[in-house]
Structure formats: C-alpha cells, structure tokens
C-alpha cells in the first residue's frame, strides 16, 4: 500500500560541493544543526557567528580548546566557525526555498510504503 505523506511535498534536498571552507569544521557545524527546525538552525548559526552559541566537537576534537559553552550539549570542546556557519547559512536557505518552490508548484510528491 502506497501513502503520501502531506509532509513529503516540503522536504527538500541542498547539497554544495567544493566549497572552500573546512571539511571538519563543517562537518560538526552540520551535526550540530542536524534535527533543528529551520528557523532555530538558521538562529543558531546566526548565533554562532556572533559567538553567543557554540558548534561542540565531538569526532574531530583534537587540538580543540575548552569552552563552557559546550556545557549546553553536554560536551566540553567546541569552537566557532564562522566561515563554515555562513556557508550551511547559504544551504540552508537554498532548501527552505526548494522547499518553498516544491509547495508551490507541486513539482513532484515521494511516496513510502508499508
């Protein structure tokens, strides 16, 4: 049996690729943000850029410093990567419009079964 999901039609994709900023900076940035709705992940990386909201690191950690911002994730490293913050700021953007655009115009529904 084959269902649509009313929610199918807003779910969009945005990928970049060779972008010039750090892969593991991204990377963690990208976690962090990983689940969030669209308007506190785009808060948050606004957040991030003005230093008020830490990105934790928990895979690439070595050589990371301590801040008691992390505290927050129940972690103790993270950093600020401003650079890496306003790129998935930008891709961010790009899938709230696709979104935006599929809504619109219905372009095309994807379908699970059970």
Do not use: D
Not at 33 to 49: D, F, G, P, Q, S
Not at 101 to 106: P, S, T
């Amino acid at each position: 049996m084959l269902m649509f999901t009313q929610f199918s039609v807003a779910a969009a994709k945005a990928r970049g690729s060779y972008l010039r900023v750090h892969f593991k900076n991204t990377r963690e940035t990208a976690q962090a943000i990983k689940r969030m709705h669209v308007k506190r992940a785009t808060k948050y990386l606004k957040n991030v850029m003005a230093k008020k909201e830490v990105v934790p690191f928990r895979r690439f950690s070595g050589g990371v410093g301590r801040c008691a911002q992390a505290k927050a994730f129940k972690h103790s490293q993270g950093r600020w990567p401003k650079k890496s913050a306003e790129f998935l700021l930008q891709l961010l953007k790009n899938a709230e419009s696709n979104a935006e655009y599929k809504v619109n115009y219905g372009v095309s529904q994807s379908c699970y079964s059970f």
